[in-house]
């Protein structure tokens, strides 16, 4: 297939299908609505973003309820539990449907990739109108076309794909930062991991795209960036001319306009010193790293597939804390892996007690079909995953607590997001390190970078006060 062409042939399709909708809200005077529920991490939340796109290019207007012409799920697979909720959601979906004609239901993501789900919802689930995977999310419009030509349900998967097509519409959630895929797919099959299965095989968007999209973002207003990818620091291995992460952060730094650059997932193997020197000069690089452990325990690590030692992980913090001082850390964390003794998860509880991390991301381990973990014998029983969990969390949130509040009373940087949930005469934004502040401010300061006096630290957020630019802090 020619993907330079797709995105125009995909264009055709849209505006095929938006000549028809404008035919009909003319008709009927009411245009047509969609809902997009997302599950699981950001590479979703920004497929969402695509998908939203082209279904509002097509002429569907946004509403946040399920009562719309159009819904769709953005599915995750990583633990069943996430399974469970899209099942019990689909159920409750099927009466509203009875009520309302011409209703569509769309799912896709990385749960329509796994063979056994398709068959459960092909059988059992028959009111869903389009099932689609990971790999095709630019086809939408097409696979809207086909559904209201047949009136069946249409099916289309791939089990991968070696291409990317760029270049489709788009609705960015937030004005002012975005996220941005450097990378898809993931090759390092942790045994415990689904996604490589779901994602396919890891590709790297040339780093003009990823320029030319940033560039594009800035000047519509975005001052802050989130580089996504499983592994970014694996990012440019297989470009036709290498890059290393690195580099493209260089090169990334240069844009004018752009304030704050993020990445996630640093994977601890691939972490090099060169990305440690560029982050330790850089005045956009975020002063926060993701990097997740997942264990402890070296014994585990090495069944998890991870490629790093206990030994290797807390080497590797202790010159990150070095080059970066002021650097939080989080991490991701799964308690009761297949084989993983009290002495084991010791060794998780050890590096979290050595690392002090702002916070960890803790886990059950679920078991996924088809990877390697789920046919190790000697699973670990429920009541003992459970009482090492809490022992985990209680440990996690007393040292958050503390390591969060290092820096009450200094003032810093916080770009600012949204009014405050709960109380309107707030507004919340982040710190560089990613600490959530609430403040007392007004709706003209959402999307800017303001300096705040940090008052008090609850837990794991601060709550601060403005500071006008050259004022005196006491305290
Ligand atoms: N690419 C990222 C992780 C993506 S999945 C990385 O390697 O760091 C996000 C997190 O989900 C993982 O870090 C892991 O902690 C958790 N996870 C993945 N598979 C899981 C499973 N089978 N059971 C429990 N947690 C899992
Ligand atoms: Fe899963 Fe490991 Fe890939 Fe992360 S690096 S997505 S945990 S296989
Ligand atoms: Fe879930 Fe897929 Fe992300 S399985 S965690 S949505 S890559």
Not at 57 to 68: N, P, Q, S, T, W
Not at 220 to 230: A, Y
Request: proline share 3%.
């Amino acid at each position: 297939m020619d993907f330079e062409n797709e995105a125009l042939r995909q264009k055709a399709v849209i505006a095929g299908l938006r000549e028809r909708f404008d035919k009909e809200y003319e008709k009927t005077g009411r245009k047509k609505t969609y809902c997009c529920v997302t599950f699981g991490c950001q590479m979703n939340a920004r497929d969402s973003e695509k998908l939203s796109g082209i279904l509002e290019d097509i002429g569907y207007e946004r509403v946040e309820d399920e009562d719309a012409d159009f819904i769709i799920y953005n599915t995750c697979t990583v633990r069943e539990n996430a399974n469970q909720r899209v099942y019990g959601r689909l159920g409750a979906l099927k009466k509203l449907k009875e009520k309302r004609p011409g209703m569509l239901i769309a799912l896709c993501g990385c749960m329509m990739q796994e063979p056994q789900v398709v068959e459960k919802l092909r059988k059992s689930y028959r009111h869903v109108d389009i099932i689609f995977g990971t790999h095709n999310i630019y086809k939408l419009a097409e696979l809207i076309h086909d559904r209201l030509e047949s009136g069946s349900m249409i099916i289309d998967l791939w089990k991968d794909t070696d291409k990317i097509v760029e270049d489709l519409p788009n609705r960015r959630k937030y004005p002012f930062k975005s996220g941005i895929n450097i990378m898809f797919g993931c090759n390092n099959f942790c045994s415990y991991c689904i996604v490589p299965y779901v994602r396919g095989r890891e590709r790297s968007r040339r780093p003009e795209d990823i320029i030319e999209e940033i560039r594009a973002d800035v000047a519509d207003g975005v001052v802050e960036v989130m580089l996504l990818g499983q592994n970014v620091n694996s990012y440019g291995k297989n470009l036709d001319t290498p890059m290393s992460f690195a580099q493209l952060l260089t090169e990334i730094e240069k844009i004018d306009g752009l304030e704050r650059i993020r990445f996630m997932t640093s994977h601890p193997k691939d972490l090099s010193d060169e990305l440690i020197e560029v982050m330790s000069r850089s005045k956009k690089i975020c002063r926060h790293l993701h990097l997740p452990l997942q264990s402890g325990s070296s014994r585990i690590l090495k069944q998890m597939n991870r490629k790093y030692t206990k030994e290797d992980y807390l080497l590797l913090v202790d010159k990150i804390k070095a080059a970066c001082p002021d650097i939080s850390l989080t991490t991701d964390i799964i308690v009761g892996f297949p084989g993983e003794t009290e002495e084991d998860f010791k060794e998780t509880l050890d590096v979290v007690e050595k690392v002090r991390y702002d916070s960890a991301y803790t886990f059950i381990y679920s078991k996924r079909t088809g990877t390697p973990a789920a046919s190790m014998t000697d699973q670990i029983p429920e009541d003992v995953v459970k009482d090492r969990f809490d022992r985990l969390l209680s440990m996690v949130q007393e040292i958050s607590a503390d390591v969060c509040a290092r820096h009450t009373g200094q003032v810093m940087d916080v770009l600012v997001e949204q009014i405050n949930n709960q109380d309107n005469h707030l507004v919340t934004g982040r710190l560089s390190n990613n600490t959530v502040v609430h403040f007392p401010g007004d709706p003209s300061l959402i999307g800017r970078i303001v300096p705040v006096y940090l008052k008090e630290c609850k837990g794991f957020y601060y709550i601060g006060e403005a500071q006008s630019i050259g004022e005196e802090v006491n305290g």
